[in-house]
Structures are given as C-alpha cells and as structure tokens.
C-alpha cells in the first residue's frame, strides 16, 4: 500500500527558530494535508494542499505540494512555545487519508 | 457547524475483555467516517471506514470491528481484547472520501489500555 517517509523523526529547538519537515511518497497523491496533534488530542488541519507546485500559508506556516506529486514540505517561522506538538502530512490519491508517523517538536524557551 | 463527539476519553479493560467506543457526529448528514489507531510513538493508522449505514470497509485485518447503524454513529469494537489492542484510536468524519475536500475532522480520542 501507499507509505508516506515522514522526517525527521522529533526536532529540539530554541523559540524563535525556523523549523522545516517534510515527507514523500513512494507513488502520487493530489491532495496533501498537514496536521498538529498537541498531547492527549486529535490532529488538527492546518494546511491543505490540492495543486502540485501550490504554495499555502497560514500564518507563520507554510506548506507546499512539491511539483513531483510526492513530497511536501512544511515550514514554521519564528517558532514559539505553543507550537510544540506532532506535526502529520497526510496524502490522498483515491483512497482514505494515508498518514505519515509525524514529527515531534519540541520548543526550548 | 459540524461537530464530532468520541467517547470514553480513557479505558483500562483487562484482556478478554470486549470493547464498544462510540463516536457520533453533528451538523452534518451522510458523512464519511473513519476509525484510527495510533500507537505510542506511532503514525496514524487507518482500521476501518463508512461510507454510509451498514457500509464498512477494514483495512488492516485484527481484533476490532465496525459497525455503523445509524448515519451519524460510529461504533468499534472487539469479542475479546488482546495486550497489542492498546492505543489511541481517533474517530474521524469527512464529507468527501476521496478528491478535494478539507480533510477529515477527528474526535478528541480515546486513550485504550489493555492490562
């Protein structure tokens, strides 16, 4: 079936940096999507993607369908200590949402 | 506006045990719903799907079952509970299975442990 290569794995960073994760597919999808979960929670949408080579922001987010159809990338900017959580890509080709294993953040005050 | 309730938030069974975790959404009608496993450490694994009453697709083969009686009610469960049935399972709702949507919407999850 479709697996999605999420990295890294978990991030430590220093508040106020800029953090960048991205995954890729072993085959095409037209739709990626970016999730926060914060501990104890659902994820929670925060970027979707329906174009190759679209770039979305959202804030100090930013997202981008890469142009291969098989990878996407998400960027945070200025990092703070709420945007401590698991970040999951999640892509679509026509079938139900495949999720990458995430990407813990952690935010060093 | 659309909203999805799971319930319980936590459950310890013993193993043998069975299990019914329930998730129901409002606002909407026909919703597609999903249910979803993740392990500790883990990604977000799919177990089941509906597209409607009675419609229950299972990707991975295991423990659990589905059931959806009514439109807006998704049901999981298990005869008996193994030790590798413990996770977080997340139920999920979209309007649209496949193509361009807004993604799925999860329920706050329900924290199984199986002692």
């Known amino acids: 079936g479709q697996q999605l290569n999420q990295s890294p794995q978990s991030m430590f960073i220093q508040e106020g940096e800029d953090v960048s994760m991205n995954c890729t597919s072993s085959?095409?999808?037209?739709?990626w999507l970016w999730y926060k979960q914060d501990p104890g929670e659902g994820p929670v949408l925060l970027i979707a993607l329906y174009k190759a080579g679209e770039l979305t922001s959202n804030g100090r987010l930013t997202a981008q369908f890469g142009i291969t159809r098989k990878d996407s990338f998400l960027n945070i900017s200025a990092s703070i200590p709420s945007d401590v959580g698991i970040y999951f890509c999640?892509?679509?080709?026509?079938?139900?949402?495949?999720f990458g294993k995430g990407t813990r953040l952690s935010v060093i005050a | 506006s659309q909203t999805i309730h799971q319930w319980p938030a936590t459950l310890v069974q013993p193993v043998g045990s069975p299990l019914s975790l329930e998730c129901t959404v409002e606002?909407?009608?026909?919703?597609?719903l999903y249910w979803y496993r993740q392990a500790a450490g883990r990604g977000l694994q799919l177990l089941f799907y509906s597209i409607g009453i009675d419609q229950i697709s299972s990707e991975v083969p295991q423990n659990l079952s589905a059931s959806r009686p009514q439109d807006r009610q998704f049901i999981l469960s298990s005869k008996k509970l193994l030790l590798s049935d413990s996770g977080f399972y997340l139920c999920?709702?979209?309007?649209?299975?496949?193509?361009?949507?807004?993604?799925?919407?999860f329920g706050s999850g329900t924290r199984l442990t199986v002692v």
């Open positions: 999920a709702w979209s309007a649209f299975l496949t193509g361009s949507n807004y993604g799925y919407t």
């Open positions: 999640a892509g679509q080709l026509n079938t139900p949402l495949v």
């Open positions: 085959s095409i999808f037209n739709t």
């Open positions: 606002g909407t009608s026909n919703p597609n």
